[in-house]
T-cell receptor, first 114, second 114 residues
Framework: DQQVKQNSPSLSVQEGRISILNCDYT??????FLWYKKYPAEGPTFLIS?????DKNEDGRFTVFLNKSAKHLSLHIVPSQPGDSAVYFC?????????????FGGGTRVLVKP | NAGVTQTPKFQVLKTGQSMTLQCAQD?????MSWYRQDPGMGLRLIHY???????DQGEVPNGYNVSRSTTEDFPLRLLSAAPSQTSVYFC?????????????FGPGTRLTVT
């Protein structure tokens, strides 16, 4: 049973427009949510995070929104640039006795067309 | 500062063979973890460690062993390789802070089991 789901496997957007990536989760114990970006043949890199007690976090062109009642978060990229073409993973963090544990979604492949 | 390094980059094994995937970090991070990435499944946690001598199981630990004798190294051992273990393996590390702290990923090891 996947606790973190990204229901759109791919997204295509024109350069300069907004990219919206969605993520749903089921576990109410998640205390942080993170977005990672991954280029081919490289490891994922951290993009932005949000605490479960907040509803919005912004960093430059990237904004993450959290709707706790709906157990839904989204990542907005404005404006989209060709270099944003990558796979984006949503992840959720849960505090465990042995330390924080990350659960990842399946990823969304974004293609930004020039 | 090399960050997180993984060796080898590629490996082909026959069913039943054993091998060790190496992971090292030079950032003095307490927390280290191993993930596998399969198409459409995102990254799934195999094992993690919160410090030298302390390890715990993740979501998909069967068929894998880990140990953490130093802060820097966190090798992943495949005891008897199976075709189902064909995947891309990522090692990651982070400071053991609140759940929002980013993990730094290595470049990955692509493993094929025939």
């Amino acid at each position: 049973d996947q606790q973190v789901k990204q229901n759109s496997p791919s997204l295509s957007v024109q350069e300069g427009r907004i990219s919206i990536l969605n993520c749903d989760y089921t576990n109410s114990m998640f205390d942080y949510f993170l977005w990672y970006k991954k280029y081919p043949a490289e490891g994922p890199t951290f993009l932005i995070s949000i605490s479960s007690i907040k509803d919005k976090n912004e960093d430059g062109r990237f904004t993450v929104f959290l709707n706790k009642s709906a157990k839904h978060l989204s990542l907005h990229i404005v404006p989209s640039q060709p270099g944003d073409s990558a796979v984006y993973f949503c992840a959720a963090s849960e505090v465990k006795a042995a330390g924080n544990k990350l659960t990842f979604g399946g990823g969304t492949r974004v293609l930004v067309k020039p | 500062n090399a960050g997180v390094t993984q060796t080898p980059k590629f490996q082909v094994l026959k069913t039943g063979q054993s091998m060790t995937l190496q992971c090292a970090q030079d950032m003095n991070h307490e927390y280290m973890s191993w993930y596998r990435q399969d198409p459409g499944m995102g990254l799934r946690l195999i094992h993690y460690s919160v410090g030298a001598g302390i390890t715990d199981q993740g979501e998909v630990p069967n068929g894998y062993n880990v140990s953490r004798s130093t802060t820097e190294d966190f090798p992943l051992r495949l005891l008897s390789a199976a075709p189902s273990q064909t995947s891309v393996y990522f090692c990651a590390s982070s400071f053991r802070l609140a759940g929002g702290s980013e993990q730094y990923f290595g470049p990955g090891t692509r493993l094929t089991v025939t």
